[in-house]
């Protein structure tokens, strides 16, 4: 089944540490995106990136790094930078050559600092 | 900027009840509008979308209408059911450009009682 697949499900972090979330997607989308999900706030949009090997900041970038090397894979790193890490994290994917397509999400990443 | 504004919640409904969730927007440009449903722990589900004015998007005895003149897609459903229970997410696209990025309300959550 195609879909977008987040791991690990559950992720604990202690200070100073950089952690890394997985997004894979066999959808064949070129365009994805990583999401903080905050209670009470929404989701707010942290990197995107529509081809591989490039990628553009969203509204909260500050504190985590991402890579685009293949197509299928857009990991996420949180680093020690980022000094409220604890969230939800969601992955999505889109394809752009087509305007108005709705994006798939994957199931997400609660990532805890301990 | 672009910006979606949701009703807050929780909005408690006994069940078979009338449900309506308003969402309003500022955009530039031609959007589209999404709502999203997503139940605890999990990530995004598309429920329906709207690619134009009058258009009306539908799935699982959910509706909503873009409505251009009160820049508005208010979520409906004429019976609600336990099953229901989720966090409700009113989302646009800028239909003007192709980087897919989805900008969300805040999230209304609705709690279905028996």
């Known amino acids: 089944d195609g879909g977008i697949t987040q791991s690990p499900k559950y992720l604990f972090r202690k200070e100073g540490q950089n952690v890394t979330l997985s997004c894979e997607q066999n959808?064949?989308?070129?365009?994805m995106y990583w999401y903080r999900q905050d209670p009470g706030q929404g989701l707010r949009l942290i990197y995107y990136s529509q081809i591989v090997n490039d990628f553009q900041k969203g509204d909260i970038a500050e504190g985590y790094s991402v890579s685009r090397e293949k197509k299928e894979s857009f990991p996420l790193t949180v680093t020690s930078a980022q000094k409220n890490p604890t969230a939800f994290y969601l992955c999505?994917?889109?394809?752009?050559?087509?305007?108005?397509?709705?994006?798939?999400f994957g199931q997400g990443t609660r990532l805890t600092v301990v | 900027g672009d910006s979606v504004t949701q009703m807050e919640g929780p909005v408690t409904l006994s069940e078979e009840a009338f449900l309506t969730i308003n969402c309003t927007y500022t955009a530039t440009g031609y959007p589209s509008l999404f709502w999203y449903v997503q139940y605890p722990g999990e990530g995004l589900q598309l429920l329906l979308k709207?690619?134009?004015?009058?258009d009306k998007g539908s799935n699982k005895g959910f509706e909503a209408t873009y409505r251009k003149e009160t820049t508005s897609f208010h979520l409906e459903k004429g019976s609600v059911q336990v099953s229901d229970s989720a966090v409700y997410f009113c989302?646009?696209?800028?239909?003007?450009?192709?980087?897919?990025?989805?900008?969300f309300g805040q999230g209304t959550t609705l709690q279905v009682k028996p």
């Open positions: 989302a646009l696209s800028d239909g003007s450009s192709n980087t897919g990025k989805l900008i």
């Open positions: 709207a690619t134009k004015a009058d």
């Open positions: 959808l064949n989308h070129d365009a």
């Open positions: 999505a994917s889109r394809t752009v050559w087509t305007v108005n397509t709705e994006a798939f």
